[in-house]
C-alpha cells in the first residue's frame, strides 16, 4: 500500500489539512455553493414573485431573503402556481445573467484561499446553464475552478440527495462545502468526515455534527481559520 493510499484508507481529515495537502500531490481544499451563497438569487427572483403574486408581509426584497433564504420557504408561496414560476427561472438563463453577487462574498474568499484552496463549485444549477454560469463567476472575478453541475432535472428531492452524494463522494479531494442551504446535511451520512460551513445561519441552525453555522461571510472566514487552523495545531502538539 503507498503512503498516499494508506492516508485515504484512514480517512482522517488531519491529513488534508492545509498543512499536509502536499503529501498526497493532490490539490485539495473547500467547494463553494453559487446560488444565495456567492449570488443574490432569492433576493432577485423574489421581487419578480412578489409583483406577480403579491407580498403578504410586506417585506422588502432583502428582509425576505434573510428571513426565508428560498421563496418555497415561505408558507404563503407554497403554492403550485408560485412554484411553477419558480421552477421557470430555475430553467431561464435570463433570470441568472443579471444576478449581483453578494457583496462580501469575493474578499472574504480571498481571505480564505489563504488558509485553505478553494477547488471547486458545486450547484444545483443544471447543466444546461454551464455556460452562463462560468461567464458569470468570471464576470464577477470568482476563483477559476471547476464546476460541478446538478446532471438531473431540477426537483427539490432529487438535487438536494445528489448534491450531498456529490459532496460525500469527493472526500478528502474536496474537505468541505461554504453553502447557505442546510438541506445538503440532510442526505450526508453519519461517517461524514467533511464540513459544511453553512452562511447566513444562526447557532441554532446547525443541522448535521458536521456542519457550523456562520452568520455572514465574515464569519465563515473566521471559523474557517478556527477550524483548520487550530485542527492542525492541535495535532502538531
Ligand atoms: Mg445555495
Known sequence: MTWNLFLYTLNLEFYT?????NISGIQQGIALDIDDTLSWTCREWVDHIFREFGNPENLSKG???????????????QRDDVLARCMQFCYDE??????????????????????????????????????????????????????????????HGITATWKSKALEERYPMILGIIDDNPSICEGLSSEYRGTVFLYGHGDADVPHPR??????????????????????????K
Open 63 to 77: 428582509e425576505f431573503a434573510k428571513k426565508y433564504h428560498l421563496v418555497q420557504n415561505a408558507q404563503y408561496f
Open 94 to 155: 435570463r433570470y441568472y445573467q443579471e444576478l449581483p453577487s453578494i457583496e462580501d462574498a469575493l474578499p472574504a474568499i480571498n481571505e480564505i484561499s489563504r488558509i485553505i484552496p478553494i477547488v471547486a463549485y458545486l450547484t444545483t444549477r443544471p447543466e444546461l446553464l454551464r455556460k452562463i454560469t462560468d461567464e458569470w463567476l468570471v464576470r464577477h472575478n470568482f476563483p477559476a475552478v471547476p464546476l460541478i453541475m446538478n446532471p438531473h432535472e431540477f426537483s
Open 211 to 236: 456542519s457550523i453555522a456562520c452568520s455572514d461571510w465574515n464569519d465563515v472566514a473566521k471559523k474557517i481559520t478556527e477550524h483548520y487552523l487550530c485542527q492542525s495545531s492541535e495535532r502538531v
Open 17 to 21: 489539512t492545509p498543512y499536509m495537502k
